[in-house]
């Protein structure tokens, strides 16, 4: 059995930003808030509001975006496309552009307090009929046999590592997580989820730059999870 590296399926792209201040959401703001994404090219089919939150919602290239008070004087913007059916680059633009209509409309000095990424993929395991078997028995060496002790069949498990911030961390310090499972709703894939946690404050010179945050997830997805997972050598 091995992992098919070559059959990657993305179904999940996810950035979020917690900055402060919280931009009051008022009616009137919010509507020059939906103008200003329409002028970068992002129109939503549906919406949802309230006083600290407006989520809206793109169906035909599947897209959500969140903009809400998530405590004191601190808000967040979250971008998430499930089942992308469009490439990296134009979810980074995507993203910016959410950004830039942001500041065209609420124009207040900020500073970003945290910032993260997800990418979730699906992998299919050849010559495997249960990719909870390929992490069992093939990375981690176990036999089959010993799920009887607990006395149910197994529909499906997996794996979590965290990884936080090293000293002297370069470009900036990082938290790492990451979930390796069988996809409960297709057994034969696996599930892996990566994601990144920037938790360094930086200024608002740094708003809205999602290449570089993306592109890093993206690189150790390829250069270290998926080779570890696979049993192949990765990049030091």
């Known amino acids: 059995m091995r992992l098919n590296t070559e059959s990657r399926q993305t179904i999940q792209r996810a950035i979020n930003f917690i900055f402060a201040p919280a931009p009051s959401l008022e009616p009137l703001k919010v509507v020059d808030f939906m103008k200003s994404l329409q002028e970068e090219g992002l129109e939503f089919q549906s919406s949802n509001r309230s006083q600290t939150r407006v989520d809206l919602e793109r169906t035909d290239r599947p897209l959500k975006l969140s903009l809400g008070v998530v405590g004191p004087q601190v808000a967040q913007i979250l971008l998430s496309a499930e089942d992308p059916v469009s490439d990296l680059i134009l979810f980074e633009k995507e993203f910016d552009s959410v950004c830039r209509a942001y500041v065209s409309v609420w124009q207040q000095p900020l500073q970003l307090l945290l910032r ?3 990418l979730t993929c699906l992998y299919a395991c050849d010559d495997c009929d249960h990719s909870f078997k390929y992490l069992w028995q093939h990375l981690l060496g176990q036999e089959g046999s010993e799920f009887g002790q607990l006395g149910k069949p197994i ?5 979590r590592f965290v ?3 090293t000293p002297d961390e370069k470009p900036e310090p990082t938290t790492v997580e990451v979930k390796v499972e069988s996809f409960l709703r297709d057994t034969s894939k696996l599930f892996v989820q990566t994601q990144f946690v920037w938790p360094q404050p930086t200024g608002s010179e740094f708003f809205g730059k999602s290449h570089e945050l993306l592109q890093r ?5 390829d250069k270290k999870v998926i080779p570890f997972i696979a049993h192949q050598k990765g990049n030091p």
């Open 217 to 221: 997830i993206e690189d150790y997805v």
């Open 116 to 118: 993260d990424a997800t």
């Open 155 to 159: 529909l499906g498990g997996g794996l």
């Open 163 to 165: 990884m936080p911030p």
